[in-house]
RNA sequence: GCGCCUGUAGCUCAGUUGGAUAGAGCAACGGCCUUCUAAGCCGUAGGCCGAGCGUUCGAAUCGCUCCAGGCGCGCCA
């Protein structure tokens, strides 16, 4: 499970030594699933109650640390053993002998609270995460499993912007994720290298050769202007549209040399946002895809398409399940026989399904959702099966929502220049002996840090309504924040030396403020269970949060360095070490690195 | 009109496989830098969890109805 190991750098620093009982512990609950330090205290109570599985029995964090260190529920288990809850609390509290490690176990009401020796508890808690070291957290569901994400896929005609981001962001982000538990992942970008709005753009571009990305979104915006204005406009831009569709060799090459061009832009842009892909699948090589013959032909036998009397050709979804009224029709090809959208969406949906993925995941805005089940009743109707889905919701301005054509957006490579700038201030101050290079890409790390978390720690299906000043602060509920927790605890090493301590058979950790963190970096394998579960990421940037929170506590109460013994002074040291390797784990799955200073 | 999503502190958001007193940040006010980075910490104040009804020993969390916002609903992509 370590042999993944992906830093060069790892195999340099000092390893602590394993004792033989915390390699079995961790090797066992492994086999589970489930990484649970408070094994030893269910192992007791199902040794005594053979009716009860260990799913029964619920550990969770007591309201406060007065009341105990570990609680648990009893509602589930005394319905199992038809006892009223107290009672079974009382039961579970006199009757069972549990190891050395539990030093008092006391009721209230249906709860039982368990007072622990931390020592041992952390000890083996600070052991497994430093020898799983980067794979902390990864269950390797995936294990010999591929998966397929498509995300990002905007359109080829301007920078993108903030709202857009979302996408590659939570895509990204996805990928990390999906990566980190063991999957083979493929990163597809699908270029919607065609269509109306290309079209317009082409035509307004005389001579692409001399134009720059930036300037590009102003012509667009103009050039969906004049469409609206003037007809003619428009309709030539159907006529370049269908000459492209023919397979014109000179319309082809006006198409690619403008849409070469946003991509090329684009991909820059997202690149300082550390996202990146794979494959690029262009639209265009889908026009008359073999496989869309088949689709028609079993959408026909369901009498399921026609040709309507402006002689379009149009899915009829009623057909072949879908209930309401609206959106009940599809339309596949216009009356000129150029095709729409969706009918080679619907080539390059089958493609990449006949790719052998065991996971086949979309990213798309909220506007997609009826289009995508769409999709997905043509492509079931056709014997294919569909991509899985996540979406995510506009991100809003304050004046209403963002609009590319309207010139009416916030560009990510605006806010990415603004957060940069910022950063660098504050790295200005607070680094003033590092070299300006290195003093440069802190400030990078610390704005996509800034950026990325302030997109990813919200939930996908809420509007966010933009705002700079939220969105720019480094204080508070931020990724810089967390990075500076990470910073902080780099201090610490540096100043402590080179190499850590082994792990002390006397473990002090006794404080609440090192159990309260030794209890959050235990948990950090279940919020990322949870979120390759339910394919987000938003709790893991939450998980971040509230880790670097709890630690700037322990911080604040538990000198390091000027600890009171030798022993303690390694065992807050590896708990340092821990948490810093636990962070991240959890900022490299949502795009986030972590400066050694800031 | 119909469908999907959302509604939690003044603002931005956590918390929902139902469980002990609903949590952070920002903004406000009051403290803390001869001690491991003040991008920080501590304290004060701030809540009919949109409204109502229901299910349950127990509801922010589940169900129904309403209200408000977002998105979508036949030759855009």
Known sequence: ?????????????????????????????????????????????????????????????????????????????????????????????????????????????????????????????????????????????????????????????ASPHVGRARNAMIGDSLVRLLRFDGYDVEVHYYVNDMGRQIALLVLACQDPSSLTFDQVLQIYVDANARAEAEPEFAAQGYDLLAKMEQGDADTKSRFHAITGLCLKGQLAVLARLGVSYDVFDHESDYIKDARLAQVLEALRAKDAVFTDQDERLVVDLSKIGHAPEEGRYFVLMRANGSSMYGFRDIAYTIDKSERGADINLSVFGEDHKLYAQQIALILEAAGKTAPETVYYSYILLKAGKMSTRQGKVVLLSEFLDEATALAAERVEEQCKDLAPEDRKIIAQNVAVAAVRFTILRVGPNKNVIFDWDTSLSFSGDTGPYVQY???????????????????????????????????????????????????????????????????????HDCPVLN?????????????????HQTLCNALQLLGITAPERM
Request: hydrophobic share 40%.
């Open 563 to 579: 600890a009171d013994s030798e022993t303690q002074r390694a065992a807050r040291a590896l708990l340092c070490k821990a948490t």
């Open 485 to 555: 927790s990470c910073a902080r605890i780099n201090s610490i090493l540096r100043k402590l030396g080179q190499d850590l301590p082994h792990p002390p058979v006397q473990f002090p950790t006794e404080t609440d403020s090192e159990w309260a963190l030794l209890v959050k970096l235990a948990s950090f394998p279940d919020t990322v269970a949870n979120a390759v579960q339910t394919r987000n990421c938003a709790p893991i940037a939450q998980y971040a949060l509230d880790t670097a929170r709890i630690f700037t506590a322990f911080y």
């Open 1 to 157: 499970m370590r042999a993944r190991s992906q830093e060069p750098c790892a195999a340099r620093e000092t390893r602590p030594s394993l004792t033989d009982d915390i390699e079995l512990t961790l090797l066992t609950s492994r086999q589970e699933g489930t990484v649970n330090p408070f094994q030893s205290l269910s192992d007791a109570i199902l040794a005594a109650f053979p009716a009860l599985e260990p799913g029964d029995l619920v550990f969770a964090q007591a309201p406060n640390l007065a009341v105990g260190d570990v609680a648990l529920r009893t509602f589930e288990p005394a319905k199992k053993l038809k006892l009223p809850p107290p009672q079974l609390a009382t039961r579970l509290a006199t009757e069972i002998t549990y190891g050395p490690e539990v030093r008092a176990v006391t009721t209230a009401g249906p709860y039982v609270n368990f007072r622990l020796d931390r020592g041992v508890f952390g000890r083996r808690i600070v052991t497994q995460i430093l020898a799983e070291r980067e794979r902390f957290g990864s269950r390797d569901s995936g294990k010999g499993k591929k998966a397929l994400i498509e995300h990002t896929s905007i359109n080829p005609n």
